[in-house]
């Protein structure tokens, strides 16, 4: 659906979980509208800074969602918007239909979960972490380094620029003319 006449599709990105989706409209807004069928996304509003700005998009879901699960969060620069798919299960290829690739839409990597990260978390119970700081030895831990403070002198690394070993020559002869 083309946007309506004076209007701008605002730039969106999306993430995806096997159960869900993310939208998150990537402009501060006021004024918004939005709506959720099963089918797609609609969103209207106002950009805060620039109000002659207005945004309006519609966006066709590749696959079915449930409407009735969907909630949203305005977050000051962006909204999000987490839409449950209708059905649990493979990754969508794309969020849309559309055959063409919209220009203002992109993937959000900080919010993105692979496939198969999905099968390779471990449950997050503490009991690793617990099993971790019940061991006895957790001061001696890093003993096997053998790290001297005294091996911690930067007197054997060269310099980077030739100023500074004129500088370093300079010192050692002014050193050496003291001490004499």
């Known amino acids: 659906m083309a946007p309506i ?9 999306w993430a995806q979980r096997n159960e869900l989706l993310y939208v998150i409209i990537d ?3 006021k004024d918004i509208e939005h709506s959720v069928t099963e089918n797609s996304f609609h969103f209207k509003g106002t950009n805060v800074l620039e109000s002659e700005k207005k945004y309006d998009v519609t966006l066709n879901f590749l696959h079915p969602v449930n409407p009735d699960k969907v909630t949203n969060k305005n977050i000051g620069r962006c909204l999000e918007f987490t839409i449950y798919k209708k059905e649990s299960g493979p990754y969508w290829p794309s969020l849309t239909n559309d055959k063409t ?19 390779d978390e471990m449950p997050n ?44 020559e300079k010192k050692d002869k002014d050193s050496d003319k003291k001490e004499k």
């Open 101 to 119: 690739k919209l220009h203002f839409l992109k993937a959000n990597f900080s919010k993105w979960k692979n496939e198969s990260d999905d099968e």
């Open 27 to 29: 402009v501060e807004c």
């Open 125 to 168: 119970d503490g009991m690793f972490i617990n099993d971790m700081l019940k061991d006895e030895d957790m001061d001696n831990r890093f003993d096997d380094f053998n790290v001297d403070d005294d091996d911690d002198s930067d007197d054997n690394i060269p310099s980077l620029s030739q100023n500074d070993e004129d500088e370093d």
């Open 5 to 13: 006449a004076g209007t701008i599709p605002p730039p969106v990105s």
